[in-house]
């Protein structure tokens, strides 16, 4: 296993054409994804966190700047190779219909198997741990199409861990889960990356949580750029506390990481 970091982004810029032309979400990218360890992303709405996982997913083009998986060029990998390095979660919801929870995790091993391959005993084996380790086992007869937004959030985490990448990109994993689902999310997969050595990047608005259970947070600011550290690093150099309390009404305390509302007399 290489010493280099599993992805390494270098002078990257990233954006979206538009009507009026190229827009620059973020310029200029330097940084790097550790394997073992968890990051979250945070950022306002509209900042580009989405943009930047689409990009190191490969769905959307490159601005400039390089994206190198395992030290090979990210555009030089093929789509069934892609597949078998980078397990992706997105928060769009999976167009699938006349389809079991044990189906749809099922189809996280098409990149061993092929669209229509036959699972084999370690395949099985590897979506019935995913599906054990995620909770899901009482909803896995269930139809994608008659789960809640969190339970079907649940499945396509499972999934993900079912396709057994060493990377893990995941947008948004806790939107649709209750408090206490989403501690139990962020803490499951901060296990997952150390104990199975995966390096699992993720973006949330859960920022109070994230800086209680991230390894590292990348910080992206319209005005900073992207700062990056591990959450005492940035609220040491006051970067958590500019980005928080920018709206007012809220304060920020560096040493607990937790964030306080201000009341009105």
């Known amino acids: 296993m290489s010493n280099e970091a599993p992805v390494v982004l270098r002078h990257l810029s990233i954006g979206y054409k538009t009507k009026q032309g190229i827009r620059v979400v973020a310029s200029d990218v330097t940084a790097n994804l550790q394997r073992g360890r968890l990051t979250c992303l945070l950022g306002e709405n509209g900042v580009g966190k989405s943009t930047l996982l689409r990009t190191l997913s490969?769905?959307?083009?490159?601005?400039?700047?390089d994206i190198l998986l395992e030290s090979r060029p990210l555009e030089n990998y093929s789509d069934h190779e892609l597949a078998r390095t980078i397990g992706i979660v997105l928060t769009e919801k999976p167009d699938v219909q006349q389809m079991s929870v044990a189906e749809l995790v099922e189809m996280g091993r098409t990149p061993y198997t092929g669209f229509w391959g036959r699972l084999t005993d370690a395949d099985r084996k590897a979506c019935s741990e995913a599906i054990s380790l995620i909770g899901i086992g009482h909803l896995k007869d269930?139809?994608?199409?008659?789960?809640?937004?969190?339970?079907?959030?649940?499945v396509m985490?499972?999934?993900?861990?079912?396709?057994?990448t060493p990377i893990i990109y995941l947008d948004e994993p806790t939107a649709f889960l209750d408090y206490p689902s989403k501690v139990e999310m962020l803490l499951l997969l901060r296990s997952i990356s150390r104990q199975a050595q995966k390096?699992?990047?993720?973006?949330?608005?859960?920022?109070?949580?994230?800086?209680?259970?991230?390894?590292t947070v990348w910080l992206m600011d319209r005005r900073e750029g992207l700062q990056i550290g591990t959450p005492h690093e940035l609220a040491a150099q006051?970067?958590?506390?500019?980005?928080i309390e920018r709206g007012g009404g809220v304060a920020f305390d560096a040493e607990t990481l937790s964030v306080r509302v201000l009341s009105h007399a």
């Open 58 to 65: 490969a769905f959307q083009p490159k601005l400039s700047g």
């Open 142 to 154: 269930r139809m994608v199409e008659t789960l809640s937004d969190g339970e079907r959030q649940k």
């Open 157 to 164: 985490i499972a999934k993900a861990l079912a396709q057994q």
């Open 199 to 215: 390096t699992i990047f993720l973006s949330t608005h859960d920022l109070e949580l994230a800086l209680q259970v991230a390894d």
């Open 238 to 243: 006051g970067a958590l506390r500019q980005f």
